[in-house]
């Protein structure tokens, strides 16, 4: 099973609220991402967890605040967010971090702010 | 640094068509690469993977080989559905601290029935 789950799958947010994204992955896999994906463009890397730490900020505004509260679990608070944060957020895992590894994708929270 | 050189869309081909995506890249060392697919409205899907010279990835009909002496792993389809039309993204993962697959741009795949 090679399934990371998201949700929720779609949000609408203004600029002065406060939300999170969730994403989950019960493959055992270390290493969690953040990627940020505006259409018709590749995803760019946010953020990655490595054994629940942080090893990577891809200089991302503090307006987004990852957590991740165990092994599977990988949060992502949004406060004050802009209009152009309106993009699909994906989640990826991977067995480890650092090596060669595949990374599996979820499905995706698409964000509109308004 | 590493990049992924992927030829742009859009690529529209009849239903039975016979489909190649060219993708390049330039990395440190050996990489693994990586062939995914993203259909309209969903997250990326990993369609095929390769980890080291003349390995040939497969799932679904589609194949490519990774290729070290032209810095190459095509995507390649013997007769494409409508159901394959999808944007296609090559990647690459060379390793080391960097943590990160470096994208190619992405080829918007249509198929016509």
């Known amino acids: ?114 | 640094g590493d990049s992924v050189t992927q030829m742009e869309g859009p690529v529209t081909l009849s239903e039975e068509a016979f489909l190649t995506i060219n993708c390049t890249y330039t990395a440190t060392g050996y990489p693994s690469l990586f062939w995914y697919v993203q259909y309209p409205g969903e997250g990326l899907q990993l369609l095929l993977k390769a980890t080291k010279a003349d390995d040939k990835g497969s799932n679904k009909g589609f194949e490519a080989t990774y290729r070290k002496e032209t810095t190459s792993f095509h995507l390649e389809k013997g007769s494409v559905q409508v159901s394959d039309s999808a944007v296609y993204f090559c990647a690459l993962n060379s390793g080391g601290s960097n943590y990160k697959l470096t994208f190619g741009k992405g080829t918007l795949l249509t198929v016509n029935p």
Request: with cysteine; aromatic share 8%.
């Open chain 1, 1 to 114: 099973d090679t399934e990371v789950t998201q949700t929720p799958k779609h949000l609408v947010m203004g600029m002065t609220n406060k939300k999170s994204l969730k994403c989950e992955q019960h493959m055992g896999h270390r290493a969690m991402y953040w990627y940020k994906q505006k259409a018709k463009k590749p995803p760019e890397l946010m953020f990655v967890y490595s054994y629940e730490k942080l090893s990577i900020n891809e200089s991302v505004p503090s307006r987004f605040s990852p957590e991740c509260p165990n092994s599977s679990l990988l949060n992502l608070h949004l406060h004050a967010l802009q209009p152009e944060d309106s993009a699909l957020y994906l989640c990826a895992s991977s067995q480890e971090a650092g090596g060669k590894e595949t990374q599996y994708f979820g499905p995706g929270t698409r964000l509109l702010v308004l």
